[in-house]
């Protein structure tokens, strides 16, 4: 598929990113880099969204809800968010991709 075969009234398809923030805002930034394309895929992440009136699990599992994608990244830790997010996108049968980091620090 071309750009230009995009039909622009279309929406863009939202990729929701889930990992722990601390200690992977790097791979956190090239996932949104890589994954930021206006006409086809727009991502989500929490740091780079304004506050909403829903309570915070809320908020957030509800964007889970709505994605087109779900992409997790670990590094051997997950926290009860991360779990809960994880856990609500095969419930909604989302499309998931995982990458997990190794302990020397290159990706896998």
Known sequence: MNLSDVDPSESPLV??????IS?????R???REA????????????EYTSAS???????????VEQCDLFVLL?????SEAVR???STALQ???PVLVFVRRRDGSPR
């Not at 200690?23 to 791979?27: A, I, K, L, S």
């Not at 670990?74 to 997950?78: E, F, N, S, T, V």
Request: glycine share 4%.
């Open 15 to 20: 990729v929701f990113v889930s990992s722990a």
């Open 29 to 31: 930034q090239v996932v």
């Open 74 to 78: 670990l590094d051997g830790r997950a």
């Open 53 to 63: 009136a829903l309570p915070l699990e809320a908020s957030y599992l509800s964007k």
């Open 92 to 94: 909604c049968k989302k």
């Open 84 to 86: 809960l997010e994880y």
């Open 23 to 27: 200690g992977m805002q790097r791979e």
């Open 35 to 46: 994954s930021c394309f206006p006409d086809l895929t727009r991502p989500w992440l929490f």
